[in-house]
C-alpha cells in the first residue's frame, strides 16, 4: 500500500486528534469528579443547616417548657402547644437528616443524639405532668436540674467531622481544577508543538519536490525539452507527479519532431490547393451568372401564371358567392311557400272560426231574446203578485177593523191581522224590487240582442274579406313558384360555371406549381453554385491561411531545442 501525501496528512492530523481526545477524557473526568465533590459538599452544608436548626428548636423547647413552669395557669395551654410543635418539628428534622445520612459513624452520632433526646423528652413531659398534678413548685426543681446543653453537645463531633470533610472536599476540588489546568496547557502546548512540527516537516517536503517540477517546467517553457529526467523517492503523489512530467517531456519531443515534418508536408500541399482552388473558383463564378439569368426569367414566368391564377380564383369566388346567393334565395322561396301555403291555410281555418263564431252569435241572440221574452213573463207575473198584494192589504185592514169592533173578543185576530198586513208589505216590497231588476235585465238584453246583431254583420264582413285574402294567397304562391323556378335555372347555371372554373384553376395551379418548380430548381442551382464558389474562395483563403499556420508552426517549433533539432 502506497503511503501518499494524503494518508501522512490523515495519519498526523490523527495523531493530533488522538491527543485533542485524550485532553477532552481527563478534563471530563476530573470535571465529574469536581462536580461530585461539589454535590457531598452541599450534602454536609445540608446536614449542619439541620443540626443548627435541630440546637435551635432544641433549646426553644426547653424554653417554652420552663415558661410553662413559671407561667400563671390560664396561659399553660399556649407554651406546652408550643412545647409540643417544636417537639413535631424536631422529630421531622430528624427524620430529614436520617434520610441523608449513609456513613455509619454518622449514624452512631446521631442515634446517641436521639437516644439522649429521647430521655431528656420523656423526663420533661413527666416533670410537665408533675406540674399539671399542682405540684409545681417541686416540678421547677426537677426541671432546673435538668440542662439541655449535654444533648446539644452531643451532636458537636458530628459538627466537627462535617466540617472537616467539607474542607477536605475542597481542597480536593482545588487540586483537580489545577489538575485540569495543567492537563489542558500541557495538552495545548504539545499539540501545537506536534502542529508546527508536521507543518514544517511537510512544508519542507512538499517545497523541495516542487521546486525541483519548477525548474524543470520553466526549462520546458523556454524551449529546452532536453531537461534532466526527476527521480523522487517514495510512492506518494509527488513521485507519480515527476513520473508524469517525465513522460510529457518525452511525448512533447516527440510531438515536436513530428509536427516539423508535418508542417513542411503541409506547407507544399497548402500551395497546392490554393491553385486549384483560384481556377475552379473562376469556372464557378460564370456557371452562377448564367444561373442567375436562369432563375431571372423563370421568376417572371412564375409571377405571370400566379396572377392569371388569382384572377381566375377570384372570378371562381364571384361566381361561387352567386351560387351560394342564389341557394339562399332559393331558401328563402321555399320557406316563402311554406309559409304561404300556411297561411292561406290559416285563412281556410279562420274562415271556418269565423263562421262557428257567427254561428254562435246567432244561437246567443235567439237565447238573449229567449231570455227577454222570460223576462217580460216575470214582470207580468209580478204584476199580478202586485194586484194581490193590494188585496190582501185591504183583506188585513178589513179585518183589524172588525176586531176592533169585537173588541176584547176581536183582539188575537186583529194580532193576524196585522202580521197578514207586514207580509203583505213585505211581499210588495219584494215584487218591486224584482220588477226593477227584471226592467233592468230587459234593458240588458235588449242591448245585447243588438250588438249581437252588429256583431254577426261583422262577421259576415270579415268572412268577405278573408275570402279576398285566400285568393291573393293563391295569386303570390303562383308567383312565388315561377321565382323558385328561375332561382333554379340560375342555379345550375352558376354550378356548370363552378365547375368549369374550379378546372381552370386546377389546370394553372399545376402551371403554377410546375414554374415553381422550376424556378427553385434553378435557385437551387444557383444557390449551389454559389456556395461552391463561396466555398472555394474559402478553401483558397483557407489554404493561404494554411501556410502561412504551416510557417509560423515551423517558427515555433525552432524555439523547442532537442538533440534532432541541433543536428
Not at 405571370?304 to 346567393?325: C, K
Not at 198584494?389 to 194580532?415: P, S
Not at 227584471?438 to 256583431?455: F, K, L, N, P, R
Not at 463561396?534 to 525552432?558: C, F, K, P, T, W
Request: net charge negative.
Amino acid at each position: 500500500m502506497a503511503f501518499s501525501l494524503r494518508n501522512k496528512l490523515y495519519a498526523s492530523f490523527l495523531c493530533i486528534i488522538v491527543l485533542f481526545l485524550v485532553t477532552v477524557i481527563i478534563s471530563t473526568t476530573m470535571t465529574r469528579h469536581i462536580v461530585q465533590l461539589t454535590d457531598d459538599i452541599l450534602v454536609s452544608q445540608e446536614k449542619l443547616e439541620i443540626i443548627q436548626r435541630l440546637n435551635l428548636f432544641a433549646r426553644t423547647a426547653n424554653d417554652d417548657g420552663a415558661h410553662y413552669m413559671l407561667a400563671p395557669e390560664h396561659l399553660r395551654g399556649n407554651f406546652k402547644a408550643r412545647f409540643e410543635a417544636d417537639v413535631i418539628f424536631l422529630e421531622q428534622e430528624i427524620q430529614k437528616l436520617q434520610a441523608i445520612t449513609q456513613e455509619e459513624q454518622d449514624n452512631e452520632f446521631l442515634e446517641r443524639f436521639m437516644a439522649k433526646w429521647s430521655s431528656y423528652l420523656t423526663g420533661k413531659t413527666a416533670i410537665m405532668e408533675l406540674a399539671d398534678q399542682g405540684e409545681v413548685q417541686a416540678a421547677q426543681e426537677q426541671y432546673t436540674k435538668d440542662n439541655f446543653d449535654p444533648i446539644a453537645f452531643s451532636l458537636l463531633a458530628y459538627v466537627k467531622k462535617e466540617q472537616a470533610e467539607i474542607k477536605e472536599y475542597q481542597e480536593a476540588i482545588k487540586t483537580n481544577r489545577q489538575t485540569v489546568q495543567l492537563v489542558n496547557y500541557s495538552m495545548a502546548a504539545i499539540v501545537i508543538a506536534l502542529s508546527l512540527g508536521i507543518a514544517y516537516v511537510f512544508s519542507r517536503y512538499l517545497v523541495r519536490r516542487i521546486h525541483a517540477l519548477k525548474i524543470s517546467a520553466q526549462s520546458v517553457a523556454e524551449g529546452n525539452l532536453d531537461v534532466q529526467e526527476l527521480h523522487f523517492k517514495g510512492r506518494d503523489e509527488l513521485t507519480e507527479l515527476s513520473l508524469a512530467f517525465n513522460t510529457m517531456t518525452h511525448s512533447l519531443r516527440s510531438v515536436i519532431h513530428s509536427a516539423g515534418d508535418v508542417s513542411m508536408q503541409v506547407a507544399a500541399s497548402s500551395a497546392e490547393l490554393q491553385a486549384s482552388a483560384e481556377q475552379t473558383g473562376t469556372a464557378t463564378e460564370h456557371i452562377a451568372v448564367i444561373m442567375q439569368d436562369m432563375t431571372a426569367g423563370t421568376e417572371r414566368q412564375v409571377s405571370f401564371v400566379e396572377r392569371n391564377r388569382d384572377l381566375i380564383q377570384q372570378l371562381s369566388e364571384n361566381v361561387q358567392m352567386i351560387t351560394a346567393n342564389g341557394e339562399k334565395a332559393l331558401s328563402t322561396v321555399t320557406t316563402t311557400t311554406a309559409t304561404a301555403q300556411k297561411g292561406k291555410e290559416d285563412l281556410v281555418n279562420a274562415i271556418e272560426q269565423v263562421r262557428a263564431i257567427s254561428s254562435s252569435n246567432d244561437k246567443l241572440a235567439q237565447v238573449i231574446e229567449g231570455l227577454n221574452d222570460q223576462a217580460n213573463q216575470i214582470g207580468q207575473a209580478i204584476q199580478i203578485i202586485m194586484q194581490i198584494t193590494q188585496q190582501t192589504d185591504l183583506l188585513a185592514l178589513n179585518a183589524t177593523i172588525e176586531a176592533a169592533r169585537a173588541g176584547e173578543q176581536g183582539r188575537g185576530f186583529a194580532v193576524v191581522a196585522g202580521e197578514v198586513r207586514k207580509l203583505a208589505e213585505q211581499s210588495r216590497s219584494s215584487a218591486n224590487q224584482i220588477a226593477k231588476l227584471i226592467t233592468g235585465i230587459q234593458h240588458v238584453s235588449d242591448s245585447a240582442v243588438t250588438e249581437m246583431q252588429q256583431g254577426t254583420q261583422e262577421v259576415h264582413k270579415g268572412i268577405q274579406l278573408i275570402e279576398v285574402a285566400g285568393q291573393s294567397f293563391e295569386g303570390i304562391m303562383s308567383l312565388i313558384g315561377q321565382v323558385e323556378s328561375d332561382i333554379h335555372s340560375v342555379t345550375r347555371s352558376t354550378d356548370e360555371i363552378m365547375s368549369d372554373t374550379h378546372k381552370v384553376v386546377e389546370t394553372i395551379g399545376q402551371i403554377s406549381e410546375i414554374a415553381r418548380e422550376n424556378a427553385d430548381g434553378t435557385q437551387s442551382v444557383a444557390a449551389s453554385t454559389e456556395q461552391q464558389l463561396a466555398s472555394m474562395e474559402e478553401i483558397s483563403a483557407s489554404s493561404a491561411a494554411l501556410a502561412n499556420l504551416a510557417e509560423e508552426l515551423n517558427e515555433l517549433i525552432g524555439k523547442f531545442h532537442t538533440s534532432k533539432n541541433r543536428r
